[in-house]
């Protein structure tokens, strides 16, 4: 398709969008009295308009059933957790088994380390990229000292070439060679925060398990935003958490997903807690943990419910919709604003930078050579809603569910008018 930098053009495209409905079922903030340009679902997503429903079904419950709501409303809270596994195992691309929701993100990879980095003599290293988002930094070294081991002898950082903004999946592969017999587990960001880079998520799940390896992704940027087959990759475990392209509320309730190979093993270790064990034998509470045959036997407390019910309402949509649809609309708008871009850096000498690769989701991130954060500033100020990254990067993750290609064009105006202005 030939794209046009227009107005028309824009609302053209929107007609034709078969999700353009779905931008009227969230709440968008607003600034002097107009609905916000909003990029930033890679960080926090709109509310449904849905959810509050949801939650007050349940503070309804709670109201007037009290302790019986555990067992007696219509979404009984003891089970609630198991209406989000069917619906999210289609996202992820897992059987329903293989897939829970609990706690949150970084508690759950510190779950799920216990489980699958099991450092021998030998085999005791883990491979993860460079400049990992913090909290999976912090995550790694803390579970690397806890087991006695040094840091740097042990986490292995797979590095970009000189130069470039994106890792290779070939530098990814050898270096999984090299490490060979010593690499017990892989554990990378499925899609790069920073850049908006999609690892090849099955080659180098591939690759690991050919060494040996436990093989693990956090899908925080990744769940919700592009293809996952979790289970048909073989990859041993998974975690994301749900407020980004999910859209369940900030800082909201994490998903796992367990291999089925490791499900209803009584050896594997891990915490555990009531929740966890056989649910036809929980209420006797019995002294001996028996595991359950899915990933609800990693759960140690009973659900959060108040968390959960957003989390449901958001997946209402997902079911409905399809990830196959969202994925190609995703992929439209997203070509749509690379040109707007473009078109605007042919126009503004803007000297723009999109240093996200050809694989990627939702998000474009763009170095603004020259320019400082007051154009940020700018943006932010005349309603368009996006993030700022040192030096000099703003990242735009145009989410199918809610952006329009309107959107796409009137950003642009936006932004051609906020470099002219720092040049004048």
Not at 369 to 377: A, E, P, T
Request: net charge negative.
């Amino acid at each position: 398709m030939q794209f046009q930098n227009s107005l028309d053009f824009a609302r053209h495209l929107d007609a034709q969008d078969p999700l353009s409905k779905y931008r009227d079922e969230f709440h968008f903030p607003q600034v002097e009295g107009k609905e916000v340009i909003y990029f930033t679902g890679n960080s926090l997503g709109l509310q449904p308009k849905n959810t509050q429903r949801f939650i007050n079904e349940v503070m309804t419950d709670w109201k007037e059933l009290a302790v019986k709501g555990h067992f007696h409303s219509e979404k009984p809270w003891w089970d609630y957790h198991e209406r989000l596994a069917a619906p999210l195992a289609k996202v992820v691309g897992a059987k329903t088994e293989e897939v829970c929701v609990m706690n949150t993100l970084t508690v759950n990879l510190h779950f799920l380390m216990v489980s699958f980095y099991r450092p021998t003599e030998k085999r005791f290293k883990i491979l993860c990229e460079e400049k990992a988002f913090s909290s999976d930094q912090y995550m790694l070294q803390s579970q690397v000292r806890f087991r006695n081991l040094d840091p740097d002898e042990t986490i292995v950082e797979i590095k970009k070439q000189e130069g470039e903004n994106h890792w290779r999946t070939e530098d990814i592969l050898e270096k999984i060679r090299e490490v060979g017999e010593e690499l017990a587990l892989i554990l990378i960001g499925g899609v790069n925060y920073y850049n908006g880079q999609v690892f090849d998520m099955e080659q180098i799940t591939k690759a690991g398990k050919s060494v040996g390896a436990n093989v693990g992704w956090d899908l925080a940027h990744a769940a919700g935003n592009v293809e996952l087959k979790l289970h048909d990759w073989g990859v041993d475990f998974a975690a994301w958490c749900s407020y980004k392209y999910m859209n369940s509320g900030p800082g909201n309730s994490s998903g796992i997903f367990i291999h089925k190979n490791h499900l209803g093993k009584k050896d594997i270790p891990r915490f555990e807690g009531w929740w966890g064990t056989k649910k036809e034998t929980r209420f006797l509470m019995k002294p001996e943990f028996e595991p359950m045959s899915s990933a609800d036997t990693w759960q140690v407390s009973n659900p959060p419910v108040l968390s959960l019910a957003p989390y449901l309402a958001s997946l209402e949509m997902f079911e409905e919709v399809g990830m196959e649809t969202l994925i190609k609309k995703r992929n439209e708008i997203g070509a749509y604003l690379e040109f707007i871009l473009q078109e605007i850096d042919k126009e503004t000498e803007g000297n723009f930078e999109i240093i996200t690769p050809e694989d990627r989701g939702c998000q474009l991130s763009v170095f603004f050579h020259g320019q400082g954060k007051s154009l940020f500033d700018y943006l932010m100020k005349n309603g368009v809603i996006t993030d700022w990254r040192e030096p000099n990067v703003i990242r735009l993750a145009a989410v199918p569910f809610y952006c329009s290609f309107e959107d796409m064009y009137r950003f642009g105006q936006i932004l051609k008018e906020g470099i002219l202005g720092q040049s004048r």
